[in-house]
């Protein structure tokens, strides 16, 4: 079981990246999943989140330009980002809460590699 992210690359302040990250091989349930973000010299900080039944919230450092949302079925969440500015500029990581099989005492969270976005201004 792993995740991977997609999406990070060089965009110019004012513009839009989107990033994706998806759940692969065999998993009993998928709880939450997030977006953090980690910039040089700072603590990782949580960007957005979500529910498996749809609920979704981000932080208020990105609030009216960043938006979440997941596909359940496929395992699936993206981080729509727009109107970016030089202080976006991160490695942004997704992470999983998982159940990996029914007769698992706990779920466990599972993260992706990171992916580096960065904004010019």
């Known amino acids: 079981v792993q995740l991977q992210a997609y999406g990070g690359g060089l965009v110019q302040a004012g513009g839009f990246l989107t990033l994706c990250c998806v759940v692969s091989g065999n998993v009993f349930s998928v709880n939450f999943m997030a977006w953090y973000r980690q910039s040089p010299g700072k603590e990782r900080e949580l960007i957005a989140d979500?529910?498996?039944?749809?609920?979704?919230r981000v932080a208020d450092s990105v609030k009216g330009r960043f938006t979440v949302f997941r596909d359940n079925a496929k395992k699936m969440v993206w981080l729509q980002m727009n109107s970016l500015k030089p202080e976006d500029t991160a490695v942004y990581y997704c992470?999983?809460?998982?159940?990996?099989?029914?007769?698992?005492?706990?779920?466990?969270?599972?993260w992706g590699q990171g992916t580096l976005v960065t904004v010019s201004s």
């Open positions: 992470a999983a809460d998982l159940w990996v099989k029914s007769e698992d005492s706990a779920s466990v969270v599972y």
């Open positions: 979500t529910t498996s039944s749809g609920a979704a």
